[in-house]
């Protein structure tokens, strides 16, 4: 059984922080990639983020957020973080984590029709 399960959403001022988690079961993460995507209201989900297995150890940001968010893992804890600075009302949308079964490099660019498993998402509202 393969679940993924973010958690850490809620609402946030503009120049706030939140950090997402990843949790995964059934699997052990760090043997893949991991993707996160967001999905605001009215638009395509995008990639925001991902991170190669740690044999390879690298990440990749959307230019959107480069600077401001920064993805990394804890094998221990079968977890993946993102920490979110610097927030702006641009950045709500609902955020995805994600996996391929099998891919363990992220592409140069974060393609959502490389991710075959999903989890719910959580909810991310930066407004005053």
């Known amino acids: 059984q393969l679940q993924l399960v973010e958690s850490g959403g809620g609402l946030v001022q503009p120049g706030g922080s939140l950090r997402l988690s990843c949790a995964a079961s059934?699997?052990?993460?760090?043997?893949?990639?991991i993707g996160w995507f967001r999905q605001a209201p009215g638009k395509e989900r995008e990639g925001v983020s991902c991170?190669?297995?740690?044999?390879?150890?690298?990440?990749n940001y959307a230019d959107s957020v480069k600077g401001r968010f920064t993805i990394s893992r804890d094998n221990a804890k079968n977890t993946v973080y993102l920490q979110m600075n610097s927030l702006k009302p641009e950045d709500t949308a609902v955020y995805y984590c994600a996996v391929r079964i099998g891919m363990n490099y992220c592409s140069a660019s974060i393609i959502r029709y490389e991710y075959d498993y999903w989890g719910q998402g959580t909810q991310v509202t930066v407004s005053s």
């Open positions: 059934g699997f052990t993460l760090d043997y893949y990639a």
């Open positions: 991170i190669s297995s740690s044999s390879h150890g690298s990440t």
